[in-house]
């Protein structure tokens, strides 16, 4: 067995796993712990009992060492990544007050009236008072000061979910700049809290005392606390390196270190980003997320529900496939792509935009999903195509919206997250991108960006570069069909490019009807 090793902790959204990586980039262990992503006490809310995650984390890591010939001593650090703003009340103890607010929860907090002073007139002269209303709306700190005061009151850290797992490893209350997104006082640009002038400060009632410490990615957070290292099975004292959030680093993992590689996931949020040493916003007024290499900035458009449309079907529509599959023993993935491919290329028709939840700015807070081109020829196995067509035109938006603002042509495209094993889904990808679409050669990215990092800051590598070209690679690669491709550049362009702007008003008035979506 190649030593040294890095174990890191990925704690998504669906499961906690515990990787093991060598400095190849080679997956030598796993562990995953299946969890429930939330529960929820009233309709629209997602939360989860932090102890919950460092339970499932311990059980990760002893099936992990059950699985896997490495041994706990050839382990030089851990790093932590995680899903993206959830967040955890804890009091002067480092004690949880509450459960987690994941970052699926829909409450909304009370806005009482326009953000006052010389802030309140700019929003207004440039327009963004929707957007500031919905981001005081969408603060999780607004609703739990104005719903549970007695919580808030004796709140003394509000942190995310990364900096809840780092402080039970290491007992400092310290988080990396790399996994600061939520709705939080973080200044986007200079990757550090916001300044005292900051207009955040008004939007919400956090001080900064109630923040942690931040350090880079890739430098050390503490080291592995007795307790801690008993629940992941080793050695106390090792190190604890930061990384970044889930989605920063599976774009490291799957080797996107520059801005002319586009990293796409297909995962329960489907995203296209970039990785940029400029500070550029993709959507105007919008921040680029910081970067798991530091002092870089990830450019990413996100569609919310993503491939948790494919999970719906499957839910709604996918029963047979499942059943089947559990009878053959084989994964359900592979019926399903069967069903892809019993449909030509554009579904005959059939044309999805995937906002089956709204957006900020674009889409708008309005925006709803919709199907259109139905006929008597169109069954399921249209619908399921496209899903998976809609995706890939509203990501193939998003990457020429990235292009525009920052100048630069995208001209390789790396797809991971759990629908890149579909290779039907690929395929569609390359058509429709017109490019060739690259797996990585493992499917855990996250936690492969997240021992990059690990990697760089114990110096096992000078700087990021070499890091990436020697810790991954590119798997499978799926080539464009030309004819398919010039189908999809007509449909793209001619028909779904059309959508959003001619149903938005109908989707406005929905809204006025129904008083959904919020």
Not at 17 to 45: C, H, M, T
Not at 99 to 128: E, K, S, Y
Request: aromatic share 10%; proline share 7%; glycine share 10%.
């Amino acid at each position: 067995m190649t030593a040294p090793l890095i174990l890191a902790i990925d704690n998504g959204t669906q499961s906690v796993r515990a990787l093991l990586f060598n400095l190849e980039g080679e997956l030598v262990g796993k562990g995953k712990e299946e969890i429930e992503p939330y529960f929820s006490d009233q309709p629209g809310w997602a939360e989860q009992h932090p102890d919950y995650y460092w339970q499932s984390l311990g059980k990760a890591c002893n099936k992990l060492w059950a699985d896997t010939d490495a041994i706990p001593e050839e382990v030089k650090a851990v790093t932590v990544t995680t899903q993206r703003g959830t967040v955890l009340n804890l009091d002067r103890n480092g004690d949880v007050l509450r459960p987690a607010i994941t970052w699926l929860d829909q409450r909304h907090a009370r806005v009482d009236g326009p953000v006052r002073g010389p802030w309140g007139w700019f929003f207004r002269l440039l327009g963004l008072q929707d957007t500031i209303r919905r981001f005081r709306e969408n603060a999780q700190a607004n609703w739990i000061a104005q719903n549970q005061p007695e919580i808030w009151n004796r709140t003394d850290k509000f942190v995310l979910l990364s900096g809840y797992l780092n402080w039970r490893l290491t007992g400092r209350m310290v988080d990396s700049v790399g996994s600061q997104v939520g709705y939080i006082p973080f200044d986007y640009k200079r990757h550090t809290w916001a300044g005292k002038r900051d207009f955040k400060w008004q939007l919400m009632p956090i001080k900064p005392s109630m923040l942690p410490e931040l350090v880079q990615p890739g430098e050390k957070i503490g080291v592995l606390q007795s307790e801690a290292a008993s629940q992941l099975g080793l050695p106390e004292g090792l190190p604890v390196m930061a990384a970044a959030s889930d989605k920063a680093c599976e774009i490291l993992g799957s080797g996107g270190y520059a801005p002319d590689i586009g990293c796409m996931s297909y995962g329960t949020t489907a995203t296209i980003n970039t990785n940029s040493a400029r500070y550029v916003e993709p959507i105007r007024f919008m921040p680029p997320y910081p970067s798991a290499i530091p002092y870089h900035y990830c450019t990413e458009v996100m569609i919310y529900r993503g491939f948790w449309m494919v999970s719906w079907f499957k839910r709604e529509f996918g029963q047979r496939e499942q059943r089947i599959a559990e009878e053959r023993g084989i994964q359900p993935e592979a019926l399903f792509d069967e069903l892809v491919n019993e449909v030509p290329p554009g579904s005959m028709g059939l044309t999805l935009q995937p906002y089956w939840s709204p957006g900020v700015r674009q889409p708008g807070p309005e925006a709803k999903g919709a199907i259109i081109g139905f006929g008597d020829v169109h069954t399921r196995s249209h619908i399921y195509r496209a899903i998976l067509e809609g995706l890939a035109y509203a990501l193939r938006e998003g990457k020429e919206r990235i292009e525009k603002r920052t100048g630069v042509p995208i001209t390789r495209l790396r797809v991971a997250g759990g629908g890149s094993q579909s290779d039907a889904a690929m395929q569609l990808t390359a058509d429709i991108f017109g490019l060739p679409a690259e797996r990585p050669h493992t499917y855990e990215t996250s936690g492969l960006g997240a021992a990059i990092d690990a990697a760089v800051g114990l110096g096992y590598y000078p700087d990021f570069e070499t890091a990436v070209k020697k810790m991954t690679r590119v798997g499978r690669v799926f080539e464009p069909n030309p004819e398919t491709k010039l189908l999809y550049d007509r449909l793209y362009r001619e028909v779904y490019q059309g959508m959003y702007g001619r149903l938005q008003p109908l989707y406005a008035r929905i809204r006025d009807i129904t008083g959904y979506p919020r």
